[in-house]
């Protein structure tokens, strides 16, 4: 490590360059990224994270360490401790610009903490908080200007990617296979990405984010996530390996992956475009305003999903408010455009959930050409954050609570009296050409609306009558549909249509 980042350095003092890595393994702590300097990871390159300190000792491997985490500021309660320290990594970046990190090369985490203290994929667990325990691989914050493409990451710690504060990023044919998060795109701007494999059982995929972190609120916005394959059901490493071997169903495992946006959400998001993902043996995609932001102008398009683990979709907007209490305000969930998505396969417990609180409506949301096929009623269903099973309850009897200021997880809410979707505290709702098809019967509803006004449905499909449940619903249509005849409503309250 010292005679890498020597060279960095050196390069750097000369104007810039490019370091290439040829064939070989190179046991690496920290390397420092700086300005003007790229990293070519050559074929047959590994990249490994020594291992970090165990409980009670100082060093790690050959008696050497990762760099020590910045000290907790007085903004560290408002995140995990991952998302504001960013120098204990593998790869860190802070104040720099016009730099990447290129190649077919291999980073292997193995000696990274992914923050937990469980055993994940047969390897030993560090404690990230620990001095000179690596936590993740690459850290990058207050960056401008910054490449990295073509090379994989296996077990990658707690983000593959955090990048905090940058600007012009770009995450291009990246193949991950990681024990928790993949990309973590946090108070970001002008941000691509693009045509990358990220299998995440643990955690997220690739989430957008605008945290705290940085000690004040700052939007991630003009963010394209596009052309991108995200699972969560193949096994640490299989990806890499070419087994893709699947976790049983009953293994212990959350099957994350997923592209979300949330949940850490202070400075808002904008202008997000979500196209052309394959999304399989998963969680869906997730809207979620909880601390205040904003979350507006958000297109998802031509996407495809295959196994979904909870549900299609989940928008959510409430008032956990994880943010100093000068900052907290009323956050907005509004202009968002879904269209030509296909969902096969899906988990039905628990239907697609639109909702806001009482107090704040989720406003402006049309879907368009949309097929949502799923496995009907079941008998056993997913709990908790989807890494138990346990019985399915009478339909009749569920009551969705509101969980107003709890963390926004779908599954959180409980099996849904729907099988479609769960859409309550909206306004201005709009489908068209949507079809809601289970496998297997399913005598619930296919929509269930609460606290909605001004609601259309236009050319929409479902299986049987009695398809909208309708709870304090004003300004209702539904035509030209198999789903229902064709209705009007200008207030309806415990009413099936």
């Avoid at 193949?175 to 990220?198: A, E, P, Y």
């Avoid at 999903?305 to 209490?325: G, Q």
């Avoid at 309550?424 to 709702?429: D, T």
Wanted: hydrophobic residues 35%; glycine residues 10%.
């Amino acid at each position: 490590t010292p005679a890498i980042n020597q060279a960095i350095e050196t390069m750097a003092a000369a104007g810039g360059g490019t370091l290439v890595f040829p064939a070989g393994t190179y046991m690496c702590f920290t390397i420092r990224l700086k300005s003007e300097v790229d990293l070519y990871l050559s074929r047959g390159c590994k990249i490994q994270a020594a291992d970090s300190p165990r409980r009670s000792e100082t060093t790690g491997y050959q008696g050497g360490a990762y760099d020590a985490a910045e000290p907790n500021g007085p903004w560290t309660p408002y995140q995990d401790f991952g998302h504001d320290h960013w120098r204990n990594s593998l790869f860190y970046a802070e104040n720099e610009h016009d730099f990447g990190v290129f190649g077919p090369g291999l980073i292997f985490g193995k000696g990274l903490s992914h923050g937990l203290n469980d055993v994940r994929g047969g390897y030993k667990a560090f404690v990230a908080e620990q001095p000179g325990v690596g936590n993740k691989t690459f850290a990058l914050k207050n960056c401008r200007n910054v490449i990295l493409r073509d090379f994989s990451v296996l077990k990658g710690g707690h983000f593959a990617v955090l990048a905090t504060g940058v600007d012009n990023l770009t995450l291009d044919n990246l193949l991950v296979d990681t024990d928790r998060d993949g990309f973590d795109i946090d108070c970001c701007r002008n941000v691509r990405v693009s045509n990358c494999t990220v299998n995440t059982p643990w955690d997220d995929a690739i989430c957008p984010k605008s945290s705290y972190a940085l000690g004040y609120p700052r939007p991630t916005e003009n963010v394209t996530i596009a052309n991108n394959y995200v699972s969560g059901y193949y096994e640490l490493g299989s990806v890499i390996a070419g087994t893709w071997k699947k976790y049983p169903e009953e293994a212990p495992v959350t099957r994350n992956g997923r592209i979300k946006c949330g949940t850490e959400s202070n400075g808002g998001f904008r202008n997000i475009t979500i196209t052309g993902n394959v999304i399989e043996g998963c969680k869906g995609i997730a809207l979620e305003s909880s601390d205040g932001a904003f979350l507006e102008d958000i297109v998802i398009t031509g996407n495809t999903m295959r196994h979904i683990v909870d549900a299609p979709l989940f928008l959510r907007l409430n008032r956990r408010n994880r943010n100093p209490k000068e900052t907290v305000r009323a956050g907005t969930l509004r202009r968002v455009l879904i269209s030509n998505l296909v969902s096969y396969d899906a988990a039905s417990s628990t239907a697609s959930i639109f909702a806001g609180i009482a107090s704040n409506l989720i406003e402006d949301v049309k879907l368009s050409n949309c097929y949502f096929g799923h496995r009907g009623l079941p008998k056993m269903m997913r709990v908790n954050w989807g890494e138990t099973m346990q019985p399915m309850p009478d339909w009749h009897t569920i009551r969705v609570p509101e969980k107003e200021d709890a963390y926004p997880e779908l599954l959180q809410f409980g099996p849904t009296p729907s099988h479609g979707f769960f859409l309550r505290h909206l306004r201005n709702l709009e489908m068209s050409h949507v079809e809601v098809a289970p496998t297997n019967p399913d005598p619930r509803p296919a929509f269930w609306l609460e606290d909605v006004h001004r609601a259309d449905f236009l050319a929409v499909t479902a299986p049987g009558k009695g398809n909208f449940s309708l709870h304090q619903v004003t300004d209702f249509r539904v035509g030209w549909s198999r789903a229902a005849e064709d209705t009007r409503r200008l207030t309806a309250n415990d009413e099936v249509v």
